[in-house]
């Protein structure tokens, strides 16, 4: 299998698939900053945009309508910069709003974002910085080196700190491209020019040094060759070695001779520089130490833009074709690349290191281990911290340097360990307890804080505990890192630090024991107790704790303010806390009723228990209160009367809360009291009177007799009610109050009252004033009624009052009132005359007038006039007197200019006519006098008046054909009223009125009598016009007439009329007549329409735009050679469009030739000599065609080429592209032609790949095969157009040829994965023969699917395994090899791919096949799936199958897992071999299986190791009497006593013991004493061997027992004596000595971490106990015997 890459491509867009026009993508259209944005600049029609692409969603790029020489997006944020000339202008898109804007003195050349605040502005001299901070200006940072005049700057680049610039040109010199570079230092202000093409600024650090440096990289290829330099620019920082200088070789491979660098990234995390180049490849090298590590073409484009790509740490760029790749460093593959491929291990260490790959692992390990080897421990330790991944830090690497020996004079090699670990890295778990155990023993915590604080240590429970006892604090924090919530709540408690508990408790979610907390809390700071109960309460959703409980913790206390202020804060008016509530309202009412009072107040409690609390209130004097919670009537009435003590205006608005018989009752018990409580019930009435109803309010106050309770009641309410009793009980009450002077401004105001009721009763009241009856009176128009009361009680004075002081203008009632009464006309004359206010005239007039008493007043009217009143009523008045008088009343109507002409003229209608016509026209009373004059045919009158009246609306009327009347009026106006006018105004009305009266034999008639009866205005232009115009209209056979006699007219205006009225021969005798020849011309062409009239005309006048205009109608009917000798004759080449569509419509080219050769001389338009081009083409002039080409002309020759080819004028087509050098067109002209070689001449010049396919094609189909194969080369290189050569070669059978065109083109260096493919195809439809050998050597470069599908449709099996295999569909392969195991199987491949498929079911599908058709290899296939299978199934598959023992050697392979299947199905192959030996070493390794069962199972076997094996069985199941019995049984007397001995139960041995006498084995019974020892009981002993008479055997057994008690009680007598000396003796004081402390060991006594006092370690055991399997003292092994002469001691 290939060795995989170091590097990784992936296409991520094409943006040619989002609309983006190949055209705009190149390096001035298109921008990249960084990988977020691209920025292109296109035009769409006529709109320039720009498409702003987001990366995280390209599929929805945003369009903006922008007219910009380029746009730059920056790195991060949607932030768009424009240029446009020396235009500079800042955008941001998201808040659509411009940020900054400047002027350039000079052009912007190039410019790019620098970083995410700044551009870097490059124009032809200088290099601006251009902050988008503020309102900043660009800054000049340094000026143009001489070397870059000429370049193309491609790139401007920075270091992190810009302290150095670099400015990047290129131009071509001498075949090649040169590359110039300006690097700048901004400190020293200083230039450098550098030979290069790309170059990049990066932070690195190397192991050695503390702090990074700045290396500066650059590629050159100059005439020697290519460069990649790697430099530290700069100082050195403080305690950093310098980076030395290094220059290696850039090589680039012979086929791309003129390849140079265009772009370079370095990857930060990686430390890997990545070099682009013009012809697509990218060159990887090692920052470091400039090693080459990769080179290979990604591209057949030139990738012009690049940006660092942030999510894999490469790069990011776009090539012509706008395909969007990243590439990026391989983490899987890289380290092993570097290591096997180039073969440098210390390079892929470095790599490993620096970047925590994986891929070293053998490596590191393997120098960690030679360097511990040989004592090189620092060094061992350095390499045991830099591992990537922590592969060596791990507790066995601890243990290793722990045993280290430690050198003289040197830290321990651990410590050395650890140091190296905190320079680098977090210590881990283990690590960090290690080393913080001694550190905190010796006191010096303060590392531990240092350490935390850096974040050197991974924090655990363990650790934390370690440090608690030494300082809660930092055990704190500790707790906190390792996430132990406990521990840190105890620690917060510990510490006082509460307010921290619940928001730790609610960040981590841990719940402790809240309540418990607060008492510890309340007990230490009452204050931070408080904050911390509300908090338990109020922090999250739900609370932490019960409030019940948080309160009974503040009154267990006796903190009644601070449970107060913690109930107020927490509780929520929920219908849950009532009884909440009422607590706290009830411990405040008994301790401090002013808060209780307060809280109340706020109304934020309404839960609680209402009449309990109002009874506390009422007892603590909190009435209001009490009030506001009772609701027995009793209570409210008991407590609402002491007023006094009640807030009157909350007494007001209480009653608003009670019901309307509540309300009343309680304010008839407050009435008892009247003269306390009557302003209170006055306000409460007012204010609630609409819900108690006014009625009952006023029978309450009439009821207790308090008419000054009425009065102010209802007075308070009379303004804003509607209600006639309120009002008129109020006037009552005011006159029995004496408010006379409120009764009459209710009078005058009130409109609610009924007026009849109130002046009856202020009648029958008698008041001494009367003004309150004439305000009634007057209001409610009972004037009447009020002059007949007064003069009937004498009481004219106030008649007088009346009309002078409070209505003069009710004087004419008065008046009529007193003349009903006959009262003297004196009196009348008097009063009248005292009146001074105004008054209306008219009235006046009609009441006197209505009793014929209308000359009383003539006196009176007559002064007002002289007094010069100018009211209408008073003139009308003394008009009608006038004319009923006869007092010369006409010469009154005329001069008198103040009467009203309509009501003076309508009063002498019936009287006087004349009189009615002279007042109306006074007036302009138009309709009046129009109706008059009908009615008395007053016709010469009303003519005369509508001339002089001049107003079309009332000429519409009478002219109206509805009015009966017009004709004796039009005759009146023809005859008499425009005979006597002599002004145009006049006529010009009249006759406005006779038109739009749609009157014209009419108006002919006046306009006769006023133009041809040589009136003054017989010459007026306009009377002219509208004769002619209305003879138009209604008498055409006139029209001629008019136009011969008459010259004042407009004429042109009236031709078009009389045209538009179809008066053709009228209008042309017009332009005949005043010489309008065009026109004249044009209505013979357009209306008359005869050419022949028209070409006679045009003879005649022999003008030149008469013949244009002639030819124009000529060619529009069809007449080209015609029109084109009229177009001639005008010398009028304007038309030379129309003339080419008619000629090329009609084919007339040759005088389509003659009319261009005359319009060339005139107007050099494109368009004709193009047009001259094809007629000479279309005549076959050729000789004419190659001599006008040859010379200088503006002919769209490819245009005309195009259409010639297109009519198959293929010589003439094959002339003018071979002119404008089209080799493209040429060559398809030359296909047609049949010149196949001189065709491909041309297809190589013209280089298109659509020439190539036409090409191609033709050759094909002229089998020319070998120029088929020259075009098809150069086709197949574009992956779109493969398709359909091959389809072309396919459809007429030429597989062979088109396979040779495919295998020529794989040598070619733009050979893409099409070819690759579609050859794998052709191979496998037409030589499958060759398809495995190809797809050995390219199967990388295939498009698998697509000759995956082709494969299986060719029945190719191994080919398609093959496929399937690279293609990484595992699973298919072994489908297929298992469906066609002929021809697809192979067993490395098998077993190589089967491990790796992705369905588990294949694999037991693998070992049926297998099982079938190779079952001697099933147990390697099984091997190689150990990892991967279900053992347990894998058993029942074979067991099914009785295939165990077929697997027997697959079973001791995965016995090591321990598997209860596994083992059981083993444990039966072994059994049926009868391999006891196995079976035993397989049931003591592994004891995963049924015992019992196999036991019972083997207990009959016929062979006695089996049947040991049970009793083995029994024995490690504690089945001790089965165990043995199956050996008594046996007599397996050694098993038997073995097992009694372990069993530790005394029954079993004392029946073995029994047993043994039993069957006469003496010995067996002696050596069972010993084995058995601790449980046999000596007095059973020496009764068994008394019995049996056997004491010498059990003598010995005897005398150590003896021996055993007699040592225990010696013992007992030593204690007893230690004892009482002890007591005889002072106790000494028992000090322990210090020891030394072990890194991993505390002081004697003291447990380890993390263990309650009083546990013992694992492995200890409690004094006085045996380890397991030890014996007493003086104790024998069991099964052996005493030695001879042995002695007890």
């Known amino acids: 299998m290939a060795q995989s890459l170091p590097i990784k491509f992936q296409e991520h867009l094409q943006l040619q698939n989002i609309g983006i026009n190949v055209h705009s993508i190149g390096f001035s259209t298109l921008t990249m900053e960084s990988d977020k944005f691209i920025c292109v600049r296109e035009k769409v029609g006529d709109t320039a945009q720009v498409v702003i692409i987001d990366m995280s969603n390209p599929g929805t790029p945003m369009r903006k309508p922008i007219s910009a020489d380029s746009a730059i997006m920056n790195p991060t944020s949607k932030v768009l910069a424009l240029k446009a000339g020396r235009q500079l202008q800042i955008f941001n898109i998201e808040m659509k709003s411009k940020m900054k804007s400047h002027a350039m003195p000079d052009d912007v050349i190039f410019w790019k974002w620098v970083n995410l605040n700044t551009i870097g502005i490059v124009t032809e001299t200088v290099v601006y910085h251009w902050s988008m901070e503020g309102d900043s200006q660009p800054v000049q940072m340094f000026e143009r080196h001489a070397s870059l005049v000429g370049c193309q700057i491609i790139n401007y680049r ?163 074709k706008g395909q969007v790749l990243t590439v990026s460093v391989d983490e899987n593959t890289i380290v092993p690349y570097v290591s096997n491929v180039l073969n440098n291990p210390e390079l892929a260490l470095r790599i490993s290191i620096r970047a925590n790959l994986g891929g070293a692992e053998e490596l590191f390990v393997r120098r960690f281990n030679l360097l511990f080897g040989q004592g090189n421990l620092s060094e061992a330790a350095k390499v045991a911290a830099t591992a990537p991944k922590g592969i060596l830090r791990t507790v066995e690497t601890i243990q290793r340097f722990q045993q280290a020996p430690t050198a003289a004079g040197q830290n321990s090699p651990l410590l050395q360990y650890f140091g190296i670990l905190l320079e680098q890295s977090q210590l881990n778990k283990y690590e960090a307890l290690e080393l913080c155990r001694p550190v905190i023993q010796q006191g010096k915590k303060q590392l531990i804080e240092k350490w935390l604080k850096e974040d050197k240590l991974e924090c655990s429970e363990e650790l934390g505990d370690l440090v608690k006892p030494f300082d809660a604090t930092l055990a704190l924090s500790v707790y906190l890192r390792a996430n132990v919530p406990q521990k840190v709540v105890q620690c917060f408690a510990e510490t006082g630090q509460f307010d921290k508990i619940i928001l730790y408790a609610r960040k981590v979610n841990y719940r402790p024991d809240f309540i418990q907390v607060l008492r510890g809390v309340m007990r230490v700071n009452p204050q931070q107790g408080s904050e911390f109960a509300a908090k338990l309460v109020k922090e999250g959703e739900e609370p932490l704790a019960e409030t019940n409980q948080i309160v009974d913790v503040f009154m267990e206390l006796n903190m009644v303010q601070q449970c107060t202020a913690f109930l107020l804060d927490v509780l929520k008016n929920d219908p849950s806390e009532g009884p909440l509530q009422t607590r706290l309202l009830e411990m405040n009412l008994l301790t401090a009723p002013q808060v209780a009072d307060a809280i109340l107040g706020n109304q934020t409690l309404t839960h609680y228990d209402r009449a309990h609390i109002a009874h506390l209130c ?167 009624d009020l002059v007949l009361y007064l003069y009937k009680n004498n009481l004219p004075k106030y008649i007088e009052i009346y009309v002078q002081k409070v209505n003069s203008a009710r004087l004419p009632v008065v008046v009529g009132g007193l003349l009903d009464v006959d009262c003297s006309d004196d009196i009348i004359k008097n009063l009248v005359a005292s009146v001074k206010g105004t008054f209306s005239t008219d009235e006046l007039v009609e009441e006197v007038e209505k009793r014929n008493r209308l000359k009383l007043l003539q006196p009176l009217l007559e002064a007002r006039v002289h007094s010069g009143n100018t009211e209408a009523a008073t003139h009308n008045a003394l008009a009608k007197i006038y004319i009923d008088s006869n007092n010369n009343p006409e010469r009154f109507l005329r001069e008198n200019q103040y009467y009203d002409s309509g009501a003076v003229g309508r009063y002498c209608e019936k009287r006087d006519p004349h009189l009615a016509c002279v007042a109306y026209e006074r007036g302009q009373c138009d309709e009046e006098l129009i109706k008059v004059c009908n009615e008395n045919s007053l016709f010469k009158t009303e003519a005369r008046y509508l001339v002089r009246r001049r107003d079309a609306d009332l000429w519409g009327t009478v002219l109206n054909p509805d009015n009966k009347y017009r004709r004796q009026l039009i005759d009146q106006v023809v005859q008499t009223a425009l005979s006597e006018t002599q002004d145009p105004d006049d006529v010009s009305t009249c006759v406005k009125a006779f038109m739009n009266a749609d009157l ?71 332009y005949k007549k005043f010489e309008v020849n065009t026109s004249a011309i044009e209505v013979l062409i357009k209306y008359v329409k005869n050419l022949d009239r028209a070409y006679e005309f045009a003879e005649r006048c022999n003008e030149a735009a008469v013949w244009s205009l002639l030819g124009k109608a000529q060619l529009d009917a069809g007449m080209v050679k015609e029109a084109v000798d009229a177009y001639i004759k005008a010398d009028d080449p304007s038309c030379y469009q129309e003339v080419i569509q008619a000629s090329n419509n009609s084919g007339n080219f040759e005088d389509l030739v003659r009319f261009l050769l005359m319009a060339r001389k005139k107007v050099r338009e494109t368009e004709i000599e193009t047009e001259l081009v094809f007629a000479f083409a279309k005549t076959n002039r050729l000789a004419d ?140 439809k037409y030589k499958p023969e060759k398809m ?132 059981e199905a083993l444990n039966d192959v072994l059994i049926e071999e009868e391999d006891y030996e196995g079976l035993r070493k397989s049931i003591d390794t592994f004891n995963n299986f049924d015992n019992i069962t196999l036991a019972q199972r083997l207990e009959k076997h016929e062979l006695i190791e089996f049947r040991r094996i049970a009793a083995y069985l029994y024995k490690m199941n504690n089945r001790w009497q089965q165990s043995v019995d199956l050996c008594k049984k046996d007599r397996l007397f050694a098993d038997a006593m073995q097992y009694s001995g372990e069993s530790r139960q005394i029954p079993v041995a004392e029946d073995l013991i029994a047993w043994f006498l039993e069957i006469g084995r003496h010995d067996c019974f002696a050596a069972c004493l010993y084995s058995c020892y601790d449980l046999l009981r000596p007095d059973v002993i020496m009764e068994l061997a008394w019995k049996h008479n056997i004491m010498d055997f059990a003598m010995p057994y005897l005398m150590q027992v003896t021996r055993e008690y007699i040592s225990k009680v010696d013992k ?67 099964g052996s015997f005493p030695p001879q002469g042995y002695q007890p001691m």
């Open 1000 to 1070: 014209p034999n009419e108006l002919i008639e006046l306009l006769e009598k006023i133009v041809l009866d040589n009136s003054i205005f017989a010459e007026h232009r306009n009377l002219q016009n509208l004769l002619i115009l209305t003879a138009i209209r209604a008498d055409t056979t006139r029209v001629m007439e008019y136009i011969t006699r008459l010259d004042n007219y407009d004429a042109p205006d009236i031709a078009n009329i009389a045209i538009n009225s179809e008066l053709y021969e009228e209008a042309f005798a017009i």
């Open 1185 to 1324: 065609l190659e001599e006008f080409i040859s010379t200088p002309n503006h002919a769209q020759i490819g245009q005309v080429g195009e259409r010639c080819f297109s009519e198959g004028m293929f010589e003439a087509a094959k002339i003018l592209f071979n002119n404008i050098s089209n080799y493209g067109r040429l060559a398809s002209t030359l296909v047609r032609l049949g010149e196949y070689q001189a065709a491909v001449d041309a297809a190589k010049k013209a280089n298109s790949t659509r020439s190539w396919k036409e090409v191609c094609f033709s050759c094909v189909d002229g089998k020319e095969f070998r120029l088929a194969q020259i075009c098809g080369l150069h086709i197949v290189v574009h992956a779109d157009e493969l398709g359909d050569l091959i389809n072309y070669y396919q459809n007429r059978g030429y597989f062979d040829e088109l396979i040779a065109l495919m295998e020529a083109g794989l040598g070619q260096e733009r050979a893409h994965m099409g070819m690759f493919t579609e050859l794998a195809i052709l191979y496998s």
């Open 618 to 784: 009422e007892k603590a004097g909190l009435l209001q209160r009490a009030l506001e919670h009772y609701t027995d009537i009793y209570d409210i009435k008991r407590t609402v009367v002491h007023t006094h003590l009640l807030n009157r205006e909350w007494l007001v608005t209480y009653f608003g809360s009670l019901s309307v018989e509540d309300s009343l009752e309680c304010l008839k018990t407050m009435m008892q009291n009247m003269r306390q409580n009557l302003p209170v019930v006055v306000a409460i009435a007012t204010k609630y009177h609409e819900q108690l109803s006014t009625q009952s309010l006023v029978d309450m106050f009439e009821s207790f007799k308090s008419y000054e309770g009425l009065y102010h009641f209802l007075g308070s309410i009379v303004n804003f009610s509607q209600d006639q009793d309120v009002h008129f009980k109020y006037i009552q009450a005011a006159c029995k109050t004496g408010q006379i002077k409120e009764v009459e401004r209710i009078c005058r105001e009130s409109n609610c009252y009924n007026p009849e009721r109130v002046k009856n009763f202020l009648k029958e009241a008698k008041l001494t004033d009367q003004l309150p009856l004439i305000i009634v009176c007057d209001r409610f128009d009972f004037v009447h």
């Open 158 to 320: 920075t270091d992190k700190a810009q302290k150095w610039l670099l400015l990047v040109g290129i131009k071509s010199q001498e075949n090649r491209v040169v590359g110039s570079m300006q690097l700048y230092s901004v400190e020293r202000k200083v230039s450098q020019p550098i030979e290069g093409h790309a170059a990049s600024f990066t932070q690195f650090k190397k192991p050695e040094n503390p702090q990074e440096s700045t290396l500066f990289s650059f590629a050159v290829r100059g005439a020697q060759g290519g460069k990649l330099h790697v430099i530290e620019v700069g100082q050195p920082a403080e305690g950093n070695q310098a980076i030395l200088k290094k220059a290696v070789e850039l090589n680039f491979p012979p086929e791309a001779a003129l390849d140079f660098p265009v772009a370079m990234q370095i990857s930060p995390k990686y430390g890997i520089i990545f070099v682009i180049t013009k012809f697509g490849y990218v060159h990887m090298y090692d920052l470091e130490t400039a090693t080459c590590i990769y080179m290979n073409r990604i591209s057949g484009e030139t990738i012009f833009v690049t940006a660092p790509h942030e999510p894999s740490s490469g790069l990011i760029g776009v090539n012509k």
């Open 1612 to 1678: 007992l007598l030593q204690s007893d004596a230690e004892r009482a000396e002890e007591g005889e003796t002072p106790q000494q004081s028992m000090m322990m000595e210090p020891q030394m402390l072990m890194i991993t060991a505390g002081p004697p006594g003291m447990p380890p971490v993390g263990m309650p006092p009083g546990a013992m370690p694992p492995g200890a055991m409690p004094p006085g106990a045996m380890p397991p399997g030890a014996m007493p003292p003086g104790a024998m092994p069991p």
């Open 1332 to 1463: 495995r050998e190809h797809l050995e050597m390219f199967w990388s470069r295939v498009n698998i699917p697509k000759v995956l599908r082709a494969a299986e449709q060719a029945h190719l099996w191994a080919e398609l395994v093959f496929l399937y295999d690279k293609y990484e569909e595992y699973d298919n392969a072994i489908m297929t090899m298992m469906t066609h195991p002929t021809e697809a199987w192979k067993e490395s491949t098998f077993k190589d791919v089967v491990t790796k498929v992705a369905n588990i079911e294949l694999y037991y599908r693998a070992l049926q096949f297998y099982v079938d058709f190779h079952p001697k290899l099933v147990n390697d296939l099984l091997v190689a799936l150990v990892p991967r299978l279900d053992h347990t199934r894998c058993v029942s598959f074979f067991e099914k199958r009785n295939h165990l023992r077929l697997v027997k050697p697959y079973l001791r392979v995965v016995q090591q897992h321990n598997n209860k299947a596994i083992n």
